[in-house]
């Protein structure tokens, strides 16, 4: 912005700058800082000022150096989107334990959502959610292009994690206690080493309730659980206050609507049913003969062509539906095709990773587990499919920024790969009908573009 310095409320560093501190702007005192309406020429041939605005803190002092660097204004997010501040990874060579800090604190994160999308992918009809999400995070990643942007639940997670962490450690211990307890009362009900371990244990059980109760009040990370003094003092001092009910409420509000739960169910349910559109019908013949003679294997070939030819197209069309939000993209087959002439290596890459893990999938598919053990099959699902999504969305980011086409030998080159490569997949994914716990039924399953569970 250029301004004019005689009508500035400051004055100048010395190198054409002018500084202002962020308190003037908050405050709204713009105006007895800068003026942009006089021209440059009044400024008395002076060259054009770079306005610098540093950031001060309420006791006047400058912030630290990472903070008073120049600011990188980027463009607004995509509306229905939560901006995700981009953090500065420590180096370690220079702060290994700020660098240990965060890579513990990102791994902790990813574990937790890791194990939210498991649980919620085991649960049926709520597993559609657990696809509505890894959509979301596909397109993120497709409309902006950085891995980093695919992880929108990640702050979430983190405190759904500390939360189920912090809950456990002093759980736990009081399963045990309790256990005890019963135990004592069992072989003699009227002693008195009975009687004491259940006053004990009633004792220790309305105590870490109260601090369980104190520490998610104050927020539920996982730093509130270990701090039980701080947590009474901060609960007292706001019930002081006569407006936490009123805070909690909102915060708790907000935390619920940040999971976009309607939202994310309904972009799973169409996501589902656009890959239904698509497979139904071609895995139906696919799955009609039961002999290698005859009429029937005519019928089983028709459906697995047809499998091959969408088997190169639905992962794009998949991409674009997360990326628009849409149903109609499901349709947009000639704008796929167009998206895989411009990158064609990086699609046949990104077939040969998804569908290659979508094979190793379906071995967990041969044994159905019990009802209450399968997030833990589903954490092998979920593990597998996230990256592969993710590299789709950002091979299809790279195909809408390309403009110019590669020649026609290297088209034809990887389009003929990528059709091998599906051939074979159709091919394999025939026998897993046979080793699967549903039988015909696992044809239907698509892990990586369907419903992220093995039953």
């Known amino acids: 912005m ?4 005689a009508n500035c409320g400051i004055g100048l560093d ?12 908050l405050s709204g005192n713009t105006e007895d800082v800068l003026d942009s309406g006089e021209p440059v020429a009044e400024t008395g041939g002076q060259a054009p000022i770079a306005i610098r605005i540093e950031t001060i803190d ?3 002092n400058n912030g630290a150096a990472d903070d008073a660097a120049d600011c990188d204004l980027r463009s607004s997010p995509v509306p229905g989107e939560q901006h995700q501040a981009s953090k500065r990874i420590p180096r370690p060579w220079r702060h290994p334990i700020r660098f240990a800090k965060w890579l513990i604190q990102g791994l902790f994160g990813l574990t ?17 959610l657990a696809l509505g999400y890894l959509l979301d995070a596909e397109g993120r990643v497709a409309r902006t292009g950085k891995i980093t942007q695919g992880f929108p639940l990640l702050p979430q997670a983190k405190r759904l994690g500390g939360m189920a962490i912090g809950m456990l450690v002093f759980l736990l211990p009081l399963k045990y206690l309790g256990s005890f307890s019963s135990d004592a009362k069992i072989i003699d009900p009227h002693s008195s080493t009975s009687q004491v371990l259940e006053l004990i244990t009633l004792f220790v059980a309305s105590v870490v309730f109260a601090h369980l109760l104190f520490a998610l009040g ?3 990370s996982l730093s509130c659980f270990f701090r039980p003094i701080k947590n009474v003092k901060w609960m007292v001092a706001h ?19 940040s999971l976009r739960l309607v939202e994310n169910f309904k972009l799973g349910f169409w996501g589902v049913l656009g890959v239904l559109m698509w497979t139904f019908l071609p895995t139906l013949l696919f799955a009609y003969a039961d002999s290698t003679e005859g009429f029937p294997i005519l019928v089983t070939l028709t459906g697995g062509l047809l499998l091959i030819l969408i088997a190169t197209w639905i992962p794009i069309l998949q991409a674009g539906y997360a990326c628009e939000g849409k149903f109609s993209a499901y349709r947009q087959l000639k704008q796929a095709r167009l998206y895989f002439r411009r990158t064609p290596m990086l699609w046949t890459l990104a077939f040969l990773i998804g569908y290659a893990l979508s094979l190793v999938l379906y071995l967990f598919k041969i044994v159905a ?11 092998v699902f979920i593990t597998a ?15 809408q920024r390309v403009e110019t086409v590669p020649n026609f030998l290297w088209r034809w080159l990887w389009s003929l790969t990528s059709i091998a490569l599906c051939s074979f997949y159709i091919f394999l994914l025939f026998f897993t009908r046979d080793i699967g716990a549903n039988g015909k039924l696992v044809l239907f399953e698509q892990p990586l573009l369907m419903i992220p569970s093995p039953f």
């Open 58 to 60: 309420s006791t006047g």
């Open 369 to 379: 587990p019990p009802q209450d053990g399968l997030w833990m099959m589903t954490i």
């Open 112 to 128: 937790s959502l890791v194990f939210f999308l498991a649980i919620i992918a085991a649960i049926p009809l709520i597993n559609i």
């Open 218 to 220: 104050r927020g539920g």
């Open 385 to 399: 499919i996230y990256p592969a999504r993710l590299f789709i969305a950002w091979v299809f980011a790279r195909a």
């Open 14 to 25: 010395g190198q054409n700058e002018v500084v202002m501190s962020s308190n003037q702007i």
């Open 239 to 257: 019930l002081r206050s006569h407006n936490y009910l009123i805070q909690a409420s909102a915060s708790v509000r907000e935390f619920v609507a």
């Open 2 to 5: 250029l301004v004019n310095p």
